[in-house]
């Protein structure tokens, strides 16, 4: 059974840095292209940020030099350091595999307000 539990929201200032983390289970974690989306009230989700099992990094240009993604196979778990956070990165955030997504955890929400 595959699941990803996400966790490190919270509430933050603007400027401000979270770190989130993603235990994922029931995939061969260590070959797995993983993958962080966020989904914005009354947005669709997007992906944010991916990483291949070979550490190759991709990020989308609203979070790019922002925003870094990580992995520690041994732990199954992917990252997410987020720094200089907005209003506009408020959000919940969820980990998946990328291109083809499993079944959703239930995310971890973000809000960046004053």
């Known amino acids: 059974q595959v699941q990803f539990v996400e966790s490190g929201g919270g509430l933050v200032q603007p400027g401000g840095s979270l770190r989130l983390s993603c235990a994922a289970s029931?995939?061969?974690?260590?070959?797995?292209?993983m993958g962080w989306y966020r989904q914005a009230p009354g947005k669709q989700r997007e992906l944010i940020a991916r990483?291949?099992?070979?550490?190759?990094?991709y990020y989308a240009d609203s979070v790019k030099g922002r925003f870094t993604i990580s992995r520690d196979n041994a732990k199954n778990t992917v990252f997410l350091q987020m720094n200089s956070l907005t209003p506009e990165d408020t959000a919940a955030y969820y980990c998946?595999?990328?291109?083809?997504?499993?079944?959703w955890g239930q995310g971890t929400q973000v809000t960046v307000s004053s």
């Open positions: 998946n595999t990328y291109p083809a997504p499993n079944p």
């Open positions: 029931g995939i061969i974690f260590r070959i797995a292209t």
């Open positions: 990483i291949t099992y070979g550490t190759s990094t």
